[in-house]
């Protein structure tokens, strides 16, 4: 069953789910129109007791999974036409090496895709979900239920990361870093350094500098469209850096994919 312990936060100012919506919103206007599509909304439920458990957190603004909240029912649908999607986060779970009933945490999780492929293929694992969009919890908290599967999701403030120190062994993120600038990049690995037993495992999955140049070309037209600033770390290939900064150890670059909006590359570290 789904845990409906699901936290509620106030906004953030970073968007922690999904590709990049200015071109996104370009491949897949036309389809919308043809297939005639809806949006529906679906209410969050919290629990008071728990979110008082975390009212020292800060009131800050978010932006939207695809920038506009108007296209949040859309997500999954965009994701699947613009991005190898199934094939990046296949790729970031098997490099996880998830051991037997492991804590995991899925950060940025959106509408749960990652999350429940991590629950499937390793049913033991206490997985968690963690978003600070509450429109794209609606669709994680559905398809969750739908799929009956023992899930937590949370929505929090995009400051701290509601959980003790060293929590979970594995911490696994897909397509969020590049919505984040570097300082936040730079305080979000510090916290999930934080939240890591030793031994504990991070793999990122997100946009990095190619060495071709056309993927840099295609990752360059996203920089332009959604701005260069969050994007400068990811486009000089800095994100193995910045998790060595955090304190990570063994870091490399285990895999990458060649899209259409540039290279994506998985990203490991260990905390020793």
């Given at each position: 069953?789904?845990n409906?312990?699901?936290?509620?936060?106030?906004?953030?100012?970073v968007?922690?789910t999904?590709?990049?919506p200015?071109?996104?919103?370009?491949?897949?206007?036309?389809?919308l129109m043809?297939?005639?599509?809806?949006?529906?909304?679906?209410?969050?439920?919290?629990?008071k007791?728990?979110?008082d458990?975390?009212n020292?957190?800060?009131t800050?603004k978010?932006?939207?999974?695809?920038?506009?909240?108007?296209?949040?029912?859309?997500?999954?649908?965009?994701?699947?036409?613009?991005m190898?999607?199934?094939?990046?986060?296949?790729?970031?779970?098997?490099?996880?090496?998830?051991?037997?009933?492991?804590?995991?945490?899925?950060?940025?999780?959106?509408?749960a895709t990652?999350?429940i492929?991590?629950?499937?293929?390793?049913?033991?694992a206490?997985?968690?979900g963690i978003?600070?969009?509450k429109?794209?919890?609606?669709?994680?908290?559905?398809?969750?239920k739908?799929?009956?599967l023992?899930?937590?999701?949370?929505?929090y403030?995009?400051?701290?990361?509601?959980?003790q120190?060293k929590?979970f062994e594995?911490?696994?993120?897909?397509?969020?870093?590049h919505h984040?600038?570097?300082?936040?990049?730079?305080?979000?690995?510090a916290?999930?350094?934080?939240?890591l037993?030793n031994k504990?495992?991070?793999?990122?999955?997100?946009?990095?500098?190619s060495?071709?140049?056309?993927?840099?070309t295609?990752?360059?037209?996203i920089r332009g469209?959604d701005?260069?600033?969050?994007?400068?770390?990811?486009a000089?290939g800095?994100?193995?850096?910045?998790?060595?900064e955090?304190?990570?150890?063994?870091?490399?670059?285990?895999?990458?994919?060649r899209?259409?909006?540039g290279?994506v590359?998985?990203?490991?570290?260990e905390?020793?």
């Amino acid at each position: 069953m789904i845990n409906r312990n699901v936290i509620k936060s106030k906004k953030s100012t970073v968007n922690l789910t999904g590709p990049s919506p200015a071109l996104v919103s370009l491949f897949i206007i036309k389809r919308l129109m043809q297939q005639g599509f809806r949006t529906t909304s679906y209410k969050l439920r919290f629990k008071k007791d728990v979110a008082d458990n975390f009212n020292h957190m800060s009131t800050t603004k978010y932006i939207p999974a695809l920038r506009y909240k108007w296209l949040t029912p859309l997500y999954d649908f965009s994701l699947n036409l613009t991005m190898p999607e199934n094939k990046i986060k296949k790729a970031l779970i098997a490099a996880a090496y998830i051991p037997s009933k492991a804590k995991v945490l899925d950060f940025g999780c959106g509408t749960a895709t990652l999350t429940i492929m991590v629950k499937e293929l390793y049913p033991d694992a206490k997985v968690t979900g963690i978003d600070v969009d509450k429109e794209i919890l609606n669709k994680a908290i559905k398809k969750v239920k739908e799929k009956k599967l023992d899930i937590f999701l949370l929505d929090y403030d995009g400051s701290q990361l509601p959980f003790q120190d060293k929590a979970f062994e594995r911490i696994l993120s897909c397509l969020v870093f590049h919505h984040l600038d570097t300082d936040t990049k730079r305080k979000v690995l510090a916290e999930a350094f934080r939240v890591l037993g030793n031994k504990g495992e991070l793999f990122i999955a997100d946009f990095g500098r190619s060495k071709s140049w056309l993927q840099r070309t295609q990752f360059n037209l996203i920089r332009g469209l959604d701005g260069y600033k969050s994007t400068d770390a990811n486009a000089k290939g800095l994100l193995p850096e910045l998790m060595k900064e955090a304190g990570f150890e063994n870091v490399s670059i285990q895999k990458y994919f060649r899209t259409v909006f540039g290279e994506v590359q998985i990203i490991g570290g260990e905390k020793i």
